[in-house]
């Protein structure tokens, strides 16, 4: 069963940079930190929001990994906006755009 923790992906990045153990929906021990090879960004669809996330992820995220960002070919959400930024950065590379983006990073 996969471990569930709940809480804010503000809140989440903060205790697994400070490698917290914490408990999951289910009263499990969860050891958080290190680094991360898959995010998926889907919650508040607005820019500032998802621009966050990403930043969130980007710092944990692998090289090789991947980043996927829900809804973000649609344009009626602010997330559509920061996809050209991800590129932008020079660290990452499309690998998927149906329906929704998908990023690998190729550099740190």
């Known amino acids: 069963m996969p471990l569930t923790v709940e809480v804010f992906s503000d809140e989440f990045f903060s205790l697994w940079k400070e490698n917290r153990t914490v408990q999951d929906v289910f009263g499990r021990s969860v050891a958080l930190g290190g680094p991360v090879s898959f995010c998926y960004v889907d919650g508040n669809h607005t820019y500032e929001a998802a621009k966050l996330d990403f930043q969130n992820c980007d710092t944990f995220l692998q090289v090789g ?14 997330v559509h906006r920061l996809m050209p930024e991800v590129l932008a950065t020079g660290r ?17």
């Open 65 to 78: 990994g991947f980043i996927l960002f829900d809804d973000s070919t649609n344009k009626t959400f602010g």
């Open 92 to 108: 990452y590379q499309l690998a998927a755009r149906n329906p929704n983006h998908l990023f690998q990073k190729t550099r740190a």
